[in-house]
């Protein structure tokens, strides 16, 4: 008896004539076979319904090098064969099985069962009349019957899709075929046939993986390996389309058009690895010159020109060019709306122009595609900071600089406001108070922006100044009234006590 869940019964499942070999007895006499093969079959039997495919597999090698006329062996060996997904190899060894023994119609039954997932169904159709001639069992003859019906089948409908390729109904083509492969499912032909009508039907992924299976179905599939190359290059995946074209190539060191194709994509690849190489350095000028001779190079290829300006949108945003960025994410953005990429670097340039509004709403969007991106959710509360700190105190305003100046660009704008705003430049008495007021918001701005690491703080949208900022409320903003000011030399680097400064 075959154990339930037993490798044997899980292939009876589906081969259901393989759970013959396990009947099988050996038989000297008829076979002829000397003790040494018969410890190979009975051994290799054991092993195979344990599940030890290769300790199997090499039992049943030794029985057919022992006895060359043995078809229990060439049909166990086959059985192996086809439990470790090698139906290619299964193959010969059931066509041996059956000139060593003719009225053998497991084999035949299991050979057409395997011509017809090839797709090769006039050799099918052949062995199963032939099952049908030589007094099979009850069950051998309804299997029979009922796959010759099923190869019946298919010859109609691979009639029906060549007919619809033939008149350019691509989507009708791949209706028959989809029904033809779920029993052909090794015909090599068939899913090169489907996928010209995917890639008709402008759907090269689904091409892709038909080639795929076709590549590894037939022997030397060059032609296979070059189509999967150039599709995945019109994707824009380079780095598959090199891979692929290589495979190509080590079939055919001298195939013209996959030598020609894959010259192209070694190049443009190097031109890619190279800007990404740049912009790891920080070197985002060279980069984005890098990305725009991609451009040049593939201006055929949208998909190219997309990932080009998405990358260059990323080197501006870095380098803080925010003009440039946005006017470059914005493109990218017009052709992808839901590119998360733009969106963040957008964003960030967005920052930098103190355009908060906008930037929300790109960081927003971009969470709606990525919710567990951090670096959206971190930006997305940076640019709500940002927003409400905007509308009470900005230190750059005050400076009349912008958010990515230079510290001598802060010294020197903080030095002319203070020789402008100084109390003492003032008689009147509400315009002395207001100058006060303007000068302790200048000296305050000079303080943080001064200071690495409050004006960090600030950047990221909390004042260094504000009580309330800091500590979650209570306490007056402004902490520093003109008192505490008074002495503080503005066109000193150091502390604000210095001397007291007058004008006259």
Same mark, same amino acid.
């Given at each position: ?249 080590? &079939?055919? *060191?001298?195939? +013209? #058009? ?6 192209? %994509? !070694?190049?443009?690849? /190097?031109?890619? @690895? ?112 940002? &927003?409400? *700190?905007?509308? +009470? #105190? ?6 009349? %600089? !912008?958010?990515?100046? /230079?510290?001598? @660009? ?95």
């Amino acid at each position: 008896m075959v154990a339930p869940g037993s490798v044997t019964s899980r292939l009876g499942s589906v081969f259901p004539f393989l759970l013959v070999l396990v009947d099988l007895q050996y038989e000297g006499a008829e076979c002829g076979v000397n003790a040494d093969v018969e410890k190979h079959l009975e051994l290799g039997k054991k092993l195979l319904a344990a599940g030890q495919l290769a300790d199997a597999l090499s039992q049943f090698h030794a029985a057919v090098d022992g006895d060359p006329d043995n078809y229990i062996a060439y049909y166990r060996r086959a059985t192996v064969f086809l439990a470790m997904g090698k139906s290619k190899a299964a193959l010969p060894d059931l066509t041996k099985v059956i000139e060593l023994k003719m009225d053998f119609t497991a084999a035949r039954l299991q050979r057409g069962h395997l011509l017809l997932k090839q797709g090769k169904l006039d050799e099918a159709e052949d062995d199963f009349k032939k099952v049908l001639k030589s007094n099979p069992s009850e069950n051998e003859e309804k299997e029979a019957q009922s796959q010759l019906l099923k190869s019946d089948e298919m010859q109609r409908l691979r009639s029906q899709a060549l007919d619809a390729f033939a008149s350019s109904d691509y989507p009708a083509a791949i209706i028959f075929l989809d029904k033809i492969l779920e029993v052909c499912v090794w015909d090599a032909e068939l899913r090169e046939l489907r996928a010209e009508c995917f890639i008709k039907e402008g759907e090269p992924r689904k091409a892709i993986s038909d080639l795929k299976a076709a590549s590894k179905l037939k022997n030397d599939n060059t032609e296979a390996f070059y189509k999967i190359s150039t599709l995945y290059y019109q994707l824009g995946d380079h780095e598959l389309s090199l891979s692929e074209v290589r495979e190509c190539l080590k &079939l055919d *060191q001298d195939h +013209k #058009r996959c030598f020609a194709h894959y010259k192209q %994509v !070694k190049k443009l690849n /190097k031109l890619i @690895e190279s800007a990404e190489e740049l912009i790891r350095d920080g070197r985002y000028t060279d980069a984005t010159s890098k990305y725009e001779s991609v451009m040049n190079m593939e201006p055929s290829v949208s998909e190219y020109t997309v990932r080009s300006k998405e990358r260059i949108c990323h080197c501006f945003s870095k380098d803080e060019k925010p003009v440039e960025a946005i006017r470059v994410c914005s493109e990218v953005l017009q052709m992808e709306p839901d590119n998360v990429n733009a969106l963040k670097d957008r964003a960030e340039a967005y920052l930098i122009e103190e355009m908060y509004d906008e930037a929300i709403q790109d960081y927003e969007t971009a969470q709606e595609h990525n919710e567990n991106d951090q670096q959206i959710r971190e930006g997305l509360e940076k640019a709500q900071r940002l &927003l409400k *700190q905007s509308q +009470k #105190r900005d230190y750059y305003k005050i400076l009349g %600089v !912008k958010r990515n100046a /230079k510290k001598q @660009e802060i010294i020197k704008a903080y030095r002319k406001l203070a020789l402008q705003w100084h109390p003492d430049n003032f008689q009147n008495e509400e315009e002395k108070k207001k100058a006060e007021k303007k000068f302790i918001d200048i000296a305050a701005a000079k303080e943080v922006l001064s200071d690495p690491e409050m004006r960090k703080k600030f950047d990221d949208g909390e004042d260094p100044l504000d009580a309330e900022s800091q500590q979650g409320g209570g306490g007056s903003p402004f902490h520093r009234s003109w008192n505490s000011w008074q002495g503080f030399n503005p066109f000193s680097s150091g502390g604000p006590f210095r001397f007291k400064f007058h004008f006259n």
